[in-house]
C-alpha cells in the first residue's frame, strides 16, 4: 500500500508512465502535474509531461516542457520529444538539430533512429531510411515499432516481398499491431496475395469491431480488388455509422462510388472529407471538379481544392497543380512555375512528376537548362518506381549514350522493364535492337516478335519497320503485298515516311493495283505535314500530270517547299524549272542560285549543271577555274555525263588553272566532311 501514497512522487511517477503507454494521456498528465509540485527541478517528470502534452495534440506546451527538462539535464529520450514536437509544428528545418544531438549523445538510441527513419522517409530517402532502421534492429531486435517502420519503408520503395517478412516479423511481437497488419495487407495486394490480404483485413475488424477506418478498408479492398460492391456497400456505410466524421471512411466510400459510376455521390463525400483537410480527398475533388464528371468543369474550384491539398504537402496536389499551370486550365499558363511544383512533387516521390521534370531537363523548357546527364537522373527515379515511359526513355539514353555513358545492354534492361508493362514504344525499340545486334549476333525471331506486339499496340514506327522489313527483303521473304498492308496501318496512323512509301507502293504497283492518285492523296497528306520528299514526289506528279491535272505553277510550289527545307533533289528542279522558265517566270540567276544550293548538298547532277552556267556564264559571271572545281566534283559523284564535260573543257585550261581547280575541290571535299 506505500507504492500507492498520495506523497510517493516515484510511485505516482511509474503509474503516469503506465497510464502513457496505455493511451490514458489526459489521466497521466495531472498525475504528473502533482509530482511537478513536489519536484519542480526534476527533469525526469518533464520530460514525461511534454510527451503526455504530445500525446494530446499541445506541441507548444509539449516544447516549453522539454525544454525546462534539458535545461536540467540533456539526454536522447528528451532531445527525440523535441523532434517530435517541432515535426508536429511544421518546422522541418528546426526539428533536424535535436535528432542530431539525440544521435550524438547516444548513436544506437532506438527512437532517435526509428525517429530519423521517418524524417528520412517523409523527404522519400527510403534508402536511408532502410539503413537507419537496420542500424536500430541491431539495438533492438524485438522492437515491433522499427519492424513496422522498415516494413513500411520496403513497401514504398517497391520491395514488398521483403516489406512482407518485416511486417509479418512486426505482428509476430505485436499481434494487435495494427499500422502492421493495415500495411502487411497493403503489401500483399501489390504481391497480388489477395486471399491473404483479405484475412488481414478482416482479422484487423475483428480485433478492433469499433474501428470505422479498419471497415472502410475492408470495404475499399472487396470493392477494388474482388469487386465484390455490393458487400463493400454494406461494409462502407457501417463504417459511416460507426464515425460519421471520419474523413477517411468518406474519402474511401468515394472511390467505390467512382468505380460504381455515381460520380455526384462520390462528390458529396469527397466534399465532406475534404472539409476536414483531408489532403488526399481535396487532390481527388479538384480532379473531379476538373474533369466535369459530376457536373460542369469549374477549373477555379478545382484550383482551390488543389492549392489548399498542396498547402499540406500533398505530393499528388503539388504535381496536379503543376499540370493546371503547364496547361494553363484554370490559372494563367506559367512553365516556370510549373516546372517549380513539378521538383516538390518529384521529391517527394511521384513517379509522374519525376518523369515530366526528366522531359524539361532533356528539352531545356520551363526556363531549365538542358541537361541530358540531370533528366536521366529523374528518368531514373521514376523508372525504378515502375514507370514505363521514364523506364523507355531511359533506355533510349542508354542505347544513344545521351546524358549517360552508352550502354547497350543497359537499355535492354530498361527497354524490358518497360515492355514487359506493355509499353508499345519500348517493345518497339527492343525490336529494333535485337535486329540491329548491337547486342552481338543479330536475332530476327526476337525482333519480329516484339515488333509485332508493339505494331498490335498500335506503334505506327513499327507498323512502318514491319512494312519496311517486307519491302526489301531484310531477314523475312520479301512481300509487297504484306509490306503495303503495314505502311497502310503505318499510315493512318500519321507516320509521315509510313505515307511515303505507301505512297511509291501505289505509283510502281508493287503489292498493290497500281494507282497513282492513290498515290498523290498519300503524298499530299505527308507533304502537308512537312516531308520533304513528298514534296519532291508531289511536284514531279503536277509536273507529268500523273494522278493529278498537270499545274506547273502547283508543281514549282511543292519543290519550292521541299528546296527549302534542303532537299537537294527539289532544289535542283527549281533551278531548271528557273531556267526554263516553266511555271515561273524564267531568271537565270536564280536558277544558278538553286543549283548552287544543290551542289553544295553534294547532287552530281546539280553540280554538272553549275558546271555550265559557270563555262557558259548563265546566271553566273564566267570563270572556267569555277566550272572545273564543280565538274570534277560532279565526276567524283559518279555522274557519267560530266566525264565527256570535262574532257571538252580541259584544252580550254592550262595546267596551273586546272591544279588550282582540283585544289579547290579537295578543299570544298574536306569541309563537307569536317561540317
Given at each position: 500500500?506505500?507504492a500507492?501514497?498520495?506523497?510517493?512522487?516515484?510511485?505516482?511517477l511509474?503509474?503516469?508512465?503506465c497510464?502513457?503507454s496505455?493511451?490514458?494521456?489526459?489521466?497521466a498528465?495531472?498525475?504528473?502535474e502533482?509530482?511537478?509540485r513536489?519536484?519542480p527541478r526534476d527533469?525526469?517528470i518533464?520530460?514525461a509531461?511534454?510527451r503526455a502534452?504530445l500525446?494530446l495534440?499541445?506541441p507548444k506546451?509539449?516544447?516549453?516542457?522539454?525544454?525546462?527538462?534539458?535545461a536540467?539535464?540533456?539526454?536522447?529520450?528528451a532531445?527525440v520529444?523535441?523532434?517530435?514536437c517541432?515535426?508536429r509544428?511544421?518546422?522541418?528545418a528546426q526539428?533536424?538539430a535535436p535528432?542530431?544531438?539525440?544521435?550524438i549523445?547516444d548513436?544506437d538510441h532506438v527512437?532517435a533512429?526509428l525517429?530519423?527513419?521517418?524524417?528520412l522517409?517523409?523527404?522519400a530517402?527510403?534508402a536511408a531510411?532502410?539503413?537507419a532502421?537496420?542500424r536500430?534492429?541491431?539495438?533492438?531486435?524485438r522492437?515491433?515499432?522499427?519492424?513496422i517502420e522498415?516494413?513500411?519503408?520496403l513497401?514504398?520503395?517497391g520491395?514488398?516481398?521483403e516489406?512482407?517478412?518485416?511486417?509479418?516479423?512486426a505482428?509476430?511481437l505485436?499481434p494487435?499491431?495494427t499500422?502492421?497488419r493495415?500495411l502487411l495487407?497493403?503489401?500483399?495486394v501489390?504481391l497480388?496475395?489477395?486471399?491473404?490480404?483479405?484475412m488481414?483485413y478482416?482479422?484487423?475488424v475483428?480485433?478492433?469491431?469499433?474501428?470505422?477506418?479498419?471497415r472502410?478498408?475492408l470495404g475499399a479492398?472487396l470493392s477494388?480488388?474482388?469487386r465484390?460492391?455490393?458487400?463493400?456497400?454494406?461494409?462502407?456505410?457501417?463504417?459511416l455509422?460507426l464515425?460519421?466524421g471520419?474523413p477517411l471512411?468518406?474519402?474511401l466510400y468515394?472511390?467505390?462510388?467512382?468505380?460504381?459510376?455515381?460520380?455526384r455521390?462520390?462528390q458529396?463525400?469527397?466534399?465532406r472529407?475534404?472539409?476536414?483537410?483531408?489532403?488526399p480527398?481535396?487532390?481527388a475533388?479538384?480532379c473531379?471538379?476538373a474533369?466535369g464528371?459530376?457536373g460542369?468543369?469549374?477549373?477555379d474550384?478545382?484550383i482551390?481544392?488543389?492549392?489548399?491539398?498542396?498547402?499540406?504537402?500533398?505530393a499528388h496536389?503539388?504535381?496536379?497543380?503543376?499540370?493546371?499551370?503547364?496547361?494553363?486550365?484554370?490559372?494563367e499558363e506559367?512553365p516556370?512555375?510549373?516546372?517549380?511544383?513539378y521538383?516538390?512533387?518529384?521529391?517527394?516521390g511521384?513517379?509522374?512528376?519525376?518523369y515530366?521534370l526528366?522531359l524539361?531537363?532533356?528539352?531545356?523548357?520551363?526556363?531549365?537548362?538542358r541537361?541530358r546527364?540531370r533528366?536521366?537522373?529523374?528518368?531514373?527515379?521514376?523508372?525504378?518506381?515502375?514507370?514505363?515511359?521514364?523506364?523507355c526513355?531511359?533506355g533510349?539514353l542508354?542505347?544513344?549514350g545521351?546524358?549517360?555513358?552508352?550502354?547497350s545492354?543497359r537499355a535492354?534492361?530498361w527497354f524490358?522493364?518497360?515492355a514487359?508493362q506493355?509499353h508499345?514504344y519500348?517493345q518497339?525499340?527492343?525490336?529494333?535492337?535485337?535486329?540491329s545486334?548491337e547486342?552481338g549476333?543479330?536475332?530476327v525471331?526476337?525482333?519480329?516478335r516484339?515488333?509485332?506486339r508493339?505494331a498490335?499496340?498500335g506503334?505506327?514506327?513499327?507498323q512502318f519497320y514491319?512494312?519496311?522489313l517486307?519491302?526489301?527483303?531484310?531477314?523475312?521473304?520479301?512481300?509487297?503485298?504484306?509490306?503495303?498492308a503495314?505502311y497502310?496501318?503505318?499510315a493512318?496512323?500519321?507516320?509521315?515516311?509510313?505515307?511515303?512509301?505507301?505512297?511509291?507502293l501505289?505509283?510502281?504497283?508493287?503489292g498493290?493495283?497500281?494507282d497513282a492518285?492513290?498515290?498523290a492523296?498519300?503524298l499530299?497528306?505527308?507533304?502537308?505535314?512537312?516531308l520533304?520528299?513528298?514534296?519532291?514526289?508531289?511536284?514531279?506528279?503536277?509536273q507529268?500530270?500523273?494522278?493529278?491535272?498537270?499545274d506547273?505553277?502547283?508543281?514549282f510550289w511543292?519543290f519550292?517547299?521541299?528546296?527549302?527545307?534542303?532537299?537537294a533533289?527539289a532544289?535542283?528542279c527549281?533551278?531548271?524549272?528557273?531556267?526554263?522558265?516553266d511555271g515561273?517566270?524564267r531568271n537565270?540567276?536564280?536558277?544558278a542560285?538553286?543549283?548552287?544550293?544543290a551542289a553544295?548538298g553534294?547532287?552530281?547532277?546539280?553540280?554538272?549543271?553549275?558546271?555550265?552556267c559557270?563555262a557558259?556564264g548563265v546566271?553566273?559571271p564566267?570563270?572556267?577555274?569555277?566550272a572545273y572545281?564543280?565538274i570534277?566534283l560532279?565526276?567524283l559523284?559518279?555522274d557519267n555525263?560530266?566525264?565527256?564535260l570535262?574532257?571538252?573543257?580541259?584544252?580550254?585550261l592550262?595546267?596551273?588553272?586546272?591544279?588550282d581547280?582540283?585544289?579547290?575541290?579537295?578543299?570544298?571535299?574536306?569541309e563537307?566532311?569536317l561540317?
Amino acid at each position: 500500500m506505500l507504492a500507492l501514497a498520495p506523497g510517493n512522487v516515484d510511485a505516482s511517477l511509474g503509474i503516469a508512465h503506465c497510464d502513457l503507454s496505455r493511451g490514458r494521456a489526459q489521466r497521466a498528465l495531472r498525475a504528473l502535474e502533482r509530482c511537478r509540485r513536489r519536484r519542480p527541478r526534476d527533469a525526469e517528470i518533464l520530460l514525461a509531461i511534454g510527451r503526455a502534452r504530445l500525446c494530446l495534440g499541445r506541441p507548444k506546451r509539449a516544447e516549453r516542457a522539454l525544454r525546462a527538462a534539458l535545461a536540467l539535464r540533456e539526454s536522447a529520450d528528451a532531445h527525440v520529444a523535441l523532434h517530435e514536437c517541432l515535426a508536429r509544428r511544421g518546422l522541418a528545418a528546426q526539428a533536424e538539430a535535436p535528432l542530431q544531438r539525440a544521435l550524438i549523445l547516444d548513436p544506437d538510441h532506438v527512437g532517435a533512429r526509428l525517429a530519423l527513419a521517418r524524417a528520412l522517409r517523409a523527404r522519400a530517402k527510403r534508402a536511408a531510411a532502410e539503413r537507419a532502421l537496420r542500424r536500430a534492429l541491431r539495438s533492438a531486435p524485438r522492437c515491433a515499432a522499427i519492424w513496422i517502420e522498415l516494413g513500411a519503408t520496403l513497401v514504398e520503395r517497391g520491395a514488398n516481398a521483403e516489406g512482407r517478412r518485416a511486417l509479418r516479423r512486426a505482428l509476430r511481437l505485436d499481434p494487435r499491431a495494427t499500422q502492421a497488419r493495415r500495411l502487411l495487407a497493403g503489401a500483399c495486394v501489390a504481391l497480388r496475395r489477395l486471399g491473404e490480404a483479405e484475412m488481414q483485413y478482416r482479422a484487423w475488424v475483428a480485433e478492433r469491431p469499433r474501428s470505422a477506418v479498419a471497415r472502410a478498408c475492408l470495404g475499399a479492398f472487396l470493392s477494388r480488388e474482388r469487386r465484390a460492391f455490393r458487400e463493400a456497400e454494406r461494409t462502407l456505410r457501417r463504417a459511416l455509422v460507426l464515425d460519421d466524421g471520419q474523413p477517411l471512411a468518406h474519402y474511401l466510400y468515394a472511390a467505390h462510388l467512382l468505380r460504381c459510376d455515381r460520380p455526384r455521390q462520390a462528390q458529396h463525400h469527397l466534399l465532406r472529407a475534404a472539409r476536414r483537410g483531408m489532403a488526399p480527398a481535396q487532390n481527388a475533388l479538384a480532379c473531379l471538379y476538373a474533369s466535369g464528371v459530376a457536373g460542369r468543369v469549374c477549373f477555379d474550384r478545382a484550383i482551390r481544392w488543389l492549392r489548399k491539398a498542396a498547402a499540406s504537402g500533398d505530393a499528388h496536389a503539388l504535381f496536379n497543380l503543376a499540370v493546371r499551370y503547364d496547361r494553363g486550365e484554370g490559372v494563367e499558363e506559367d512553365p516556370a512555375r510549373a516546372a517549380r511544383l513539378y521538383r516538390r512533387a518529384a521529391s517527394r516521390g511521384v513517379a509522374h512528376a519525376q518523369y515530366n521534370l526528366g522531359l524539361l531537363y532533356a528539352a531545356g523548357a520551363a526556363g531549365m537548362p538542358r541537361d541530358r546527364a540531370r533528366a536521366a537522373v529523374w528518368y531514373e527515379k521514376a523508372a525504378e518506381q515502375g514507370d514505363a515511359r521514364a523506364q523507355c526513355n531511359l533506355g533510349c539514353l542508354y542505347d544513344h549514350g545521351i546524358g549517360v555513358a552508352q550502354d547497350s545492354q543497359r537499355a535492354l534492361h530498361w527497354f524490358h522493364k518497360a515492355a514487359r508493362q506493355g509499353h508499345a514504344y519500348a517493345q518497339y525499340n527492343l525490336g529494333v535492337l535485337y535486329d540491329s545486334g548491337e547486342l552481338g549476333a543479330r536475332d530476327v525471331e526476337r525482333a519480329l516478335r516484339w515488333l509485332h506486339r508493339s505494331a498490335r499496340k498500335g506503334c505506327d514506327s513499327a507498323q512502318f519497320y514491319l512494312g519496311l522489313l517486307h519491302e526489301t527483303g531484310d531477314g523475312v521473304g520479301r512481300c509487297y503485298t504484306t509490306a503495303s498492308a503495314w505502311y497502310e496501318r503505318a499510315a493512318r496512323r500519321g507516320h509521315l515516311p509510313a505515307q511515303y512509301n505507301l505512297a511509291m507502293l501505289y505509283l510502281t504497283g508493287r503489292g498493290v493495283r497500281e494507282d497513282a492518285a492513290r498515290a498523290a492523296i498519300w503524298l499530299e497528306r505527308a507533304g502537308a505535314a512537312g516531308l520533304a520528299e513528298a514534296q519532291h514526289s508531289l511536284g514531279f506528279l503536277y509536273q507529268l500530270g500523273r494522278g493529278v491535272p498537270r499545274d506547273p505553277r502547283r508543281s514549282f510550289w511543292w519543290f519550292s517547299k521541299a528546296g527549302h527545307q534542303g532537299h537537294a533533289a527539289a532544289q535542283l528542279c527549281l533551278g531548271v524549272l528557273y531556267l526554263r522558265g516553266d511555271g515561273v517566270p524564267r531568271n537565270p540567276a536564280r536558277a544558278a542560285r538553286w543549283y548552287a544550293r544543290a551542289a553544295a548538298g553534294g547532287n552530281a547532277n546539280a553540280q554538272r549543271r553549275l558546271a555550265r552556267c559557270y563555262a557558259s556564264g548563265v546566271g553566273v559571271p564566267p570563270s572556267l577555274t569555277e566550272a572545273y572545281k564543280w565538274i570534277t566534283l560532279a565526276c567524283l559523284g559518279g555522274d557519267n555525263e560530266a566525264r565527256r564535260l570535262r574532257a571538252s573543257l580541259e584544252p580550254y585550261l592550262s595546267a596551273r588553272e586546272r591544279w588550282d581547280a582540283q585544289r579547290l575541290a579537295r578543299e570544298w571535299q574536306l569541309e563537307q566532311e569536317l561540317a
